[in-house]
């Protein structure tokens, strides 16, 4: 199967390349990212570290989304809206990971969905889907006695806050309560906000250094706490599930899918 990668310069670009470069069941069909980036016309293999591949990165997406059977898209919510309408119109299979998506771009990604094999999580590794699932189920276990707050750290260059993983997590959560999260989420609390409302789910953001991504819930009651923790210590959890939600994806029917479908949980 022929990979590209969009955003092939990026953090997760260049390990997504990497990811695929040391896999038996497919190849590198292709990178790009933005006009005047300086990886373009970089070797996409000397730029995941590896031995040179002969295809260089290229600025043009549509060139790109011809030549390949899978595109993963790790970018901003801006290209993320143009990469979904090419995957439709190319009909090849979608790994969407970019997070902090608008409205729109959300929408793009849902219409694409009708043409062709999306894959979309928040987050591709394992652990973090199976806390997904733990965390809705201690939520469902529970009551509002227990406080739920989500917190999170990631690297310095993080873009947007909370993580897509805290909201995917607090809407785990809001699941397991039966509720919806945005009647009952709160995303910052600063000055006399005044005693904490039963029922509220709670978002905490770390920012600092190198972390490729920290997260916890905490369920707070009197006299006891429980802590479900995820630590991802390397990038490369992120693009080994991407490189198989790809795989996977090969052969399925057009439609929607989440890292949940692919894992088989
Ligand atoms: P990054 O800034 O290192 O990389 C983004 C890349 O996209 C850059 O190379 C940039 O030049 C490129 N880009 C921007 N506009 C483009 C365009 N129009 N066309 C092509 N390329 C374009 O960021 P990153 O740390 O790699 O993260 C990227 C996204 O992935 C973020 O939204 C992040 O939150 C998300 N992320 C998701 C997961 C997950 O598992 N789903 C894991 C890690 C990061």
């Known amino acids: 199967m022929k990979i590209g990668i969009v955003g092939c310069g990026g953090r997760m670009g260049r390990m997504n390349l990497a990811t695929i470069a040391a896999s038996e069941h497919c190849v590198i069909g292709g990178g790009s990212d933005q006009p005047g ?17 002969g295809i ?35 009909e090849v299979v979608y790994v969407a990971g970019t997070t902090g998506l608008d409205a729109e771009s959300q929408a793009m990604i849902e219409k694409a969905a009708v043409q062709t094999v999306v894959i979309q999580a928040a987050n591709m590794s394992l652990g973090v889907n199976l806390l997904e699932l733990i965390t809705e189920q201690v939520a469902r276990a529970l009551d509002a006695d227990y406080d739920i707050d989500v917190l ?9 806050a909370p993580s897509g993983t805290a909201l995917m997590l607090g809407k785990a959560a809001a699941r397991g309560r039966g509720v919806a999260l945005e009647d009952v989420a709160c995303k910052t609390r600063d000055g006399q906000v005044g005693a904490r409302p039963r ?15 920290e997260h916890s819930v905490i369920f707070a009651a009197e006299g006891e706490q429980i802590v479900l923790t995820h630590k991802a210590t390397s990038r490369e959890v992120f693009s080994k599930g991407a490189v198989k939600a790809a795989l996977w994806g090969r052969g399925k029917p057009a439609g929607l899918y989440s890292m949940r479908d692919v894992l088989g949980f």
């Open 152 to 160: 999170e750290m990631h690297h310095r260059h993080k873009v947007d």
């Open 56 to 90: 260089k990165a290229g600025d043009d997406p549509v060139e790109l989304f011809a030549a390949v059977d899978a595109v993963i898209d790790f970018t901003t919510p801006a290209a993320t809206k143009r990469h979904a309408e090419l995957a439709a119109q190319a």
């Open 37 to 53: 980036s300086p990886v373009i016309g970089q070797d996409l293999g000397l730029l995941s570290g590896a031995d040179p591949v």
């Open 199 to 213: 029922g509220e789910i709670g978002f905490a953001t770390l920012r600092g250094g190198d972390v490729a991504g």
